[in-house]
T-cell receptor
């Protein structure tokens, strides 16, 4: 399987703290994306980083990509209770238009 | 508003019955996807379509069928051959390898 793996599987932090999630994948990619899923809902796209980029910011989100290690990290700064959700990374294999999702990190932000 | 609409939100299947999940998008996206999500798990690709009248099997296509007669529509049929259909089904679309837009899912259960 080309599916990625997120680490940790679950994370619980206090409001205001930073949350860091990691993603590892197996094959060469065109880009890597991070998504968020609230319980019982569809996924919402957060940020896309291309294979030739090393870091990208969007608001309180910071994503890094290390293609030599086939890994990425998502940092959420100054977390809020509303950030409570599951977070998934997704990669597209260079050969096609399929996307491969990781197993997700469940983030709980305690008010 | 542009988006993806999945229906119904909840669906129950009897033994030996085929059921069809609807997915409609008005984003003018070329590609559409069906994923299955089991509790606490990531997304697994069932089928995807990059253009009208064409579709490809994903990692877990057995027991499922699709059609793509219109750009806007990509229905998924869960056949009686799928012996463990209880799951959350998510439809997505995108264009040009960009971010995927997701519907809010259909939760299928067995009676």
């Amino acid at each position: 399987s080309q599916q990625g793996e997120e680490d940790p599987q679950a994370l619980s932090i206090q409001e205001g703290e930073n949350a860091t999630m990691n993603c590892s994948y197996k094959t060469s990619i065109n880009n890597l994306q991070w998504y968020r899923q609230n319980s019982g809902r569809g996924l919402v796209h957060l940020i896309l980083i291309r294979s030739n980029e090393r870091e990208k910011h969007s608001g309180r989100l910071r994503v890094t990509l290390d293609t030599s290690k086939k890994s990425s990290s998502l940092l959420i700064t100054a977390s809020r209770a509303a950030d409570t959700a599951s977070y998934f990374c997704a990669t597209d294999a260079k050969a096609g238009n399929q996307f491969y999702f990781g197993t997700g990190t469940s983030l709980t932000v305690i008010p | 508003d542009g988006g993806i609409t999945q229906s119904p939100k909840y669906l129950f299947r009897k033994e030996g019955q085929n059921v069809t999940l609807s997915c409609e998008q008005n984003l003018n996206h070329d590609a559409m996807y069906w994923y299955r999500q089991d509790p606490g798990q990531g997304l697994r690709l069932i089928y995807y379509s990059q253009i009208v009248n064409d579709f490809q099997k994903g990692d877990i296509a057995e027991g499922y069928s699709v059609s793509r007669e219109k750009k806007e529509s990509f229905p998924l049929t869960v056949t009686s051959a799928q012996k463990n259909p209880t799951a959350f089904y998510l439809c997505a679309s995108n264009s040009g390898g960009g971010p995927q837009h997701f519907g809010d899912g259909t939760r299928l259960s067995i009676l």
